[in-house]
């Protein structure tokens, strides 16, 4: 694989100084001229035009809005023409819908220029549409991982007559599916439309800036990746410091770095009601967009805005698709207004120029905040800008933690969960359902090799036989009837997604859906009339249909509550904990600081600092019969301490982000003998039965398999041996 962080913008293909320019289709070139009125193409879009064309296998890296759709399209529509394919030949996969509605009609512009056509298909398609797909294909189909899967199981669709031309594959944002368990769900749909192409597919990964680009090429050629060529294309991109041990960011590297660009502000306000007052207060007149890190967040402030007479659009989740379209068309076209929003409007999704991006609290990781601040400065003589207000003192702490590794150019590397074997249960399932009869001796073929849909995968198909799920007959398996039982519904719908959501109750305002609510917002002990608040607005509830889960409600004054369940693993990451302890001990982001967060985090090193943290190691303290090891290594390895440590840890805990607590009658002589135990030996954490249940498709494993895949994903370790190398100084504050 050749990976060129640095391709050149000029060059023509044989290095004899053509204009790279000239290999685009003359109608293509015609049209970025005169209908898009565009001088030049950008570097990326210039430095895609050779590898993309030629076949190979890429990765371009550029800030949001920097021309990835279009570094994209336009080779891949002159190759189009050139090598004349026809029918479905390329894939544009996205992991949102609402990101495909916004790039469905630019994609199709472009193709038009050709005489091509693209089309949408995904789970709000309408099934007239479906069916003038399959008739009519079109040139290139944008849709979803779960969607391509449904077309190659569905008894609807002639998947090998739609789907046999595709050459090549977009994945736009393919970062976000990599370090989720839809990446490897991607992954084994693109090997097995691989077997229905009969070749190799251009695979080729849109993304914002990474740590790991390389590594993220190589996990997109799949099965592949040994034998394609293939490029990272990043030209003008300072690419991320590489990271040392844990995952900690190489100081040498990172001082050798341009602090990155973009005007950024800490703030300490206390409150989520005095953020609502700033942000009421604070540049009228301009287009702001509010990030907040939970839906409930993203409600209350809502309210307390319109309840300033803000005008305030919302967008998240748990918003019907309806509520969520018309916040961002009316934002898109307003300009005094503020739009608060869940990550959802962090990837591309299109909602106009902004003049600023406004961060309550803080996001769990600096690729997160660089989708963010990236929505802003898009038109000339503007930079990008984001104000952090942070409520809580804890907040205000991780915002400048993640500032300081923001500052020294680092950013998390991309990986993907560990032992998928739920997945791997769910794609010999699907493959099944697919291929309608499996051979019981050539079954891994179906994913090229690619690990873990391989041989390995034995102990996983005997369990699914075994259990009914698949039926065996003269050396050929079937699906059997336990999983007609739990996943047949709607003509197995259930096996195309590869997440849990968490039960949700639908509410609505006469016939209009309004969004989602959590089931416990109905069912909790509550003074008063039960109300909600969602879409900002409280809503009185007249009628709770539980058969059907459908909540009939009517506008209320106030008083409504919002609430979801937290689906994942909470908790923060070891570099970034790491950093916020760097803080602690005197580290200041190189970002303005205002008055009010100089003196908070003043207040914390005076006070919390001497009780917490160390510059010569960790610290164990006790306070009465409260014992507590400052790790500050972050959830998962400090789960993993939990776990190896037993001999002196609180077995009644859930560990945190900068400390575990351990028994209360321990002494240094005991931290060293469990210590000396341990020796190089760590143990995966122990898992809550309520996370394996939270497994999708864990029905469908042994539960020893089950248990031990959500433990690997627990488990840190990396970070774990990092902070056992370190000395532990004991020390009694009380």
């Given amino acids: ?71 994209a399209c336009f080779p891949l529509l002159s190759a189009m023409t050139e090598q004349k394919w026809t029918g479905t030949s390329v894939l544009y996969l996205c992991p949102l819908k609402a990101l495909l509605n916004n790039l469905v009609g630019r994609v199709d512009s472009y193709a038009q220029w050709l005489g091509r056509r693209a089309a949408l298909w995904h789970g709000d398609t309408k099934e007239s549409q479906r069916q003038r797909i399959r008739t009519e294909a079109p040139d290139i189909l944008l849709t979803t991982p779960e969607s391509l899967e449904a077309m190659l199981i569905g008894v609807k669709t002639d998947h090998a007559r739609l789907l046999g031309g595709v050459r090549a594959v977009v994945v736009d944002e393919v970062h976000a599916f990599a370090g989720d368990d839809r990446g490897w769900h991607l992954l084994a ?60 960011p190489d100081q040498a590297a990172a001082e050798r770095l341009p602090r990155p660009a973009g005007e950024v502000e800490l ?36 309210a307390a805005l319109r309840a300033r007479e803000v005008t305030v659009f919302l967008s998240h989740a748990s918003l019907s698709v309806g509520e969520r379209a018309r916040s961002e068309q009316a934002f898109a076209e307003a300009r005094d207004c503020v739009i608060v929003s869940t990550s959802t409007l962090e990837l591309g999704i299109d909602v106009g120029d902004l003049d600023r991006v406004i961060q309550i609290d803080s996001p769990a990781s600096v690729a997160s905040f660089l989708q963010r601040i990236g929505r802003t400065g898009r038109r000339p003589d503007t930079v990008r800008n984001c104000l952090f207000l942070a409520t809580r003192k804890d907040t205000l702490l991780q915002a400048a933690g993640l500032l300081l590794l923001w500052s020294r150019g680092w950013v998390e590397p991309v990986v993907p969960p560990p032992d998928p074997r739920h997945l791997v249960a769910q794609q010999l399932l699907a493959v099944t359902l697919q291929q309608h009869k499996l051979g019981d001796q050539l079954w891994d073929r179906q994913w090229n090799g690619l690990a873990p849909f391989d041989g390995s995968a034995a102990p996983i198909l005997r369990f699914l036989t ?49 969004g989602r609510t959590d089931p416990s917002v109905l069912t909790e002990e509550r003074p008063g009339p039960r109300r ?83 510059p010569g190691g960790t610290l164990v303290t006790r306070v009465g019969k409260d014992v507590r090891w400052w790790t500050w290594a972050g959830y998962r390895a400090n789960a993993t301490l939990a776990a190896t440590l037993q001999a002196v840890t609180d077995p009644l805990q859930r560990p945190t982000d900068s400390w575990l ?8 002589a005991d931290w060293r003998a469990a210590r000396e135990n341990v020796g190089d030996t760590l143990v995966l954490p122990d898992v809550d039965q309520r996370a394996v249940r939270g497994l999708k498709f864990s029905t469908a494993l042994p539960e020893r398999l089950a248990v031990a895949t959500v433990a690997a994903r627990l488990a840190d370790f990396d970070s774990a041996r990092a902070v056992l190398e370190e000395p532990v100084r004991f020390q009694r504050t009380g």
């Fill in 1 to 71: 694989m050749a990976v060129d962080a640095r391709s050149p913008a000029g060059a023509g293909p044989g290095g004899d100084g053509a204009d790279v320019l000239d290999r685009l289709d003359p109608v293509v070139l015609h049209h970025i001229v005169n209908t898009l009125g565009w001088p030049d193409l950008r570097p990326l879009q210039r430095a895609a035009i050779t590898p993309l064309m030629d076949g190979q296998d890429a990765v371009l890296l550029a800030p949001t809005a920097g021309g990835k759709t279009e570094a």
């Fill in 189 to 248: 749909v693109l090997e097995r439309l691989e077997r229905v192409t009969g070749r190799p597919i251009q695979r080729v990964g849109l993304s914002a800036t990474v740590g790991n680009p390389d590594q993220l090429l190589r996990w997109l050629q799949g099965a592949g990746a040994g034998s394609r060529t293939g490029r990272i294309v990043a030209p003008g991109v300072q690419l991320p410091v590489r990271t040392g041990g844990a995952g900690t």
């Fill in 267 to 302: 703030d300490y306000v206390g409150s989520l009601e005095n953020a609502a007052k700033l942000i009421a207060a604070l540049h009228r007149g301009e287009k702001r967009l509010v990030f907040c890190d939970s839906r409930r967040q993203v409600e209350e402030l809502g």
């Fill in 466 to 514: 075994e259990e009914g799920f698949l039926d065996s007959d003269d050396g050929l398996l079937f699906v059997g009837p336990e999983a007609e039982r739990r996943f047949g519904k709607r003509h197995f719908i259930e096996l195309t997604a590869s997440f849990t959501a968490p039960p949700q109750f639908t509410v609505l305002s006469g016939r209009t859906e309004i």
């Fill in 532 to 614: 909600l608040l969602l879409g900002g607005r409280s809503w009185q509830v007249t009628y709770v249909d539980w058969l059907r889960k459908r909540v009939f409600v009517e506008p209320a004054d106030g008083g409504g509550v919002a609430k979801w369940m937290n689906g994942g693993v909470a908790g923060l990451s070891y570099a970034l904990t790491r950093a916020m302890r760097e803080v602690l001990l005197g580290a200041d982001p190189p970002v303005t600081l205002t008055r009010r967060a100089q003196t908070c985090l003043a207040e914390q090193r005076e006070l919390d600092a001497p009780d917490t943290v160390h």
């Fill in 661 to 668: 607590r351990l028994r209360e009658d321990i002494t240094p």
